[in-house]
């Protein structure tokens, strides 16, 4: 915003006060040389439109100062300057400043009906009045000090401090704004006046709350109250205060885990430690300022750590050489080859000799048959002899393989042996649930038959006592008896 502005100040007036006017101009710039005001004669150079500059001039300042002199409005003046001033200053909060001249006691009339007597004015009682000069001045520079004033206030928003960079920032910001060092020091000692203030009460309350702490962590419901009316007298916003509270978990977590790492390393030495070590322990919980009931909490974890993972370390650890087991037997056996040498068979060939037959006349000779002889031929059989083949390598997919089904087979062993003997745990267990439960139902009903039958002989019992109970109004019962006679006789 502070870039868009190439005057400090529009100096609107009748060109007939300019003598004046100039004056003021050359005393302001002699209290800061760097400031712009634009004055027309100055600023309009040859060739250039007046009314296109002038427009542009009025934009491109940051404050008006609106010149009132006895010869009141000139034509520039009240016929173009002062409608695009009022309007600048309704819709950007532009400020305008009325200033009367030496001369003029009061706002003119012409300029009643304007909301320009609604504006505190500064009066000149003469073109050498240091006061009003002054206040000019600090009216002038009013808006750049806003400025500036209005970032200071944005940085320390945060955290209360103006860290390197942002301090860099409002430099640049300053030697825009034109604004002196001294100018610029006292709007940031003003602005951070309170937090200062607010720093000394939120380091007060750092001061208590440490000493609480001393006491141990968690706090206290008391110690929260107390530390509560502290920060109310205080005036101590909650989020600072929820800030201190979160830095003492922090640490406090840090001291725990501090203390578990201790412990743990003690552990490996043993599981049951020495005096020494618990001594030693002790003074570090002690030095920590750690509370007891943390502290056994921590070495209930940490037992209950290196327990389990004994636990799972032991079964692992035996599937582990099992698999290394079953890795080295998986080896290429050698496997005997039969060489079998072809059998040589020799089939006996019959030989037959013709047979003569002679037939004499009238005579009959004896026939003679050959037979044929047969001359068996050896037959030779090969013995298969068993030739050792080389070893043959199995290549890394196999041997990935075999690992990895050797693996999952001794998981899927190990995991249906533990199914197994749990279902036949809880089959036990429900075994022996029911029988007890079957034995009860048996007394149960047993005792049910007994008192059944106590209740059925009641009824004729009672009738029976009832009825001896109750004599008839005939009988001997009711009426008065007689003394007995000496002679009577009882069956």
């Known amino acids: 915003m502070s870039d868009q502005f190439e005057f400090d100040a529009f100096l609107a007036h009748n060109s007939k006060d300019k003598p004046d006017v100039k004056i003021i101009a ?45 010869e009141g409005q000139g034509k520039w003046q009240g016929g173009l300057e002062l409608p695009i001033l009022v309007q600048k200053f309704i819709d950007e909060k532009a400020p305008l400043i009325p200033v009367l001249l030496p001369g003029v006691n009061d706002m003119p009339k012409d300029y009643k009906h304007l909301f320009l007597k609604t504006i505190q004015w500064i009066k000149f009682s003469n073109i050498e009045d240091s006061n009003k000069l002054n206040e000019l001045f600090s009216s002038i520079k009013e808006p750049a000090k806003a400025e500036y004033s209005k ?84 005036n101590i916003k909650d989020e600072n205060v929820d800030k201190l509270e979160k830095e003492a978990s922090e640490e406090y977590k840090k001291k725990l885990d501090r203390y578990k790492q201790t412990f743990a390393s003690y552990l490996k030495k043993g599981y049951r430690l020495s005096e020494k070590d618990k001594g030693e322990l002790k003074k570090l919980q002690e030095d920590l300022n750690i509370k007891d009931e943390d502290v056994d909490k921590l070495e209930k974890e940490v037992k ?49 000799t013709p047979t003569t037959t002679t037939t004499p006349i009238a005579t009959l000779t004896p026939t003679t048959t ?24 199995l290549n890394p997919f196999s041997r990935v393989f075999g690992f990895v089904f050797n693996l999952f087979r001794s998981i899927f062993s190990f995991v249906f042996g533990v199914a197994g003997f749990v279902f036949n745990l809880f089959h036990s267990i429900f075994s022996f649930v029911f029988g007890v439960a079957g034995i009860v139902a048996i007394i149960l009903f047993f005792v049910f038959i007994l008192k059944s039958n106590e209740d059925s002989y009641k009824p004729a019992v009672e009738q029976s006592e009832i009825i001896q109970d109750e004599p008839s109004p005939d009988s001997d019962i009711s009426k008065p008896k007689k003394p007995f006679d000496d002679g009577e006789i009882f069956d």
């Open 26 to 70: 050359a005393k302001l710039q002699e209290k800061q040389s760097n400031l712009e005001l634009w004055l027309d004669e100055k600023e309009i150079k040859g060739g250039q439109t007046f009314l296109l500059r002038l427009q542009e001039a009025i934009t491109n300042s940051r404050c008006a100062v609106f010149f009132i002199g006895t």
């Open 370 to 393: 050959t037979t044929p002889i047969s001359t068996p031929t050896p037959t030779t059989t090969a013995t298969p002899i068993a030739t050792p083949t080389p070893k043959t390598k």
């Open 151 to 234: 970032k200071v206030e944005e940085y320390l928003a945060d955290d209360g401090e103006i860290s390197l960079a942002e301090s860099a920032a409002l430099e640049h910001l300053q030697e825009t704004l034109k604004l002196t060092d001294d100018e610029a020091r006292a709007i940031r000692d003003e602005k951070l006046k309170p937090y200062g203030e607010y720093k000394k009460k939120l380091d007060k309350y750092k001061q208590t709350f440490a000493s609480y702490l001393k006491k141990g962590y968690p706090l206290s419901e008391k110690d929260k109250d107390e530390l509560k009316k502290l920060q109310e007298s205080l």
């Open 304 to 352: 209950r750590f290196f327990f389990i993972a004994i636990a799972v370390t032991l079964p692992t650890v035996a599937i582990i050489v099992s698999l290394l087991i079953n890795v080295s037997t998986l080896k290429t056996t050698t496997t005997p080859i039969a060489t079998l040498t072809p059998t040589t068979t020799t089939t006996p060939i019959a030989t037959l």
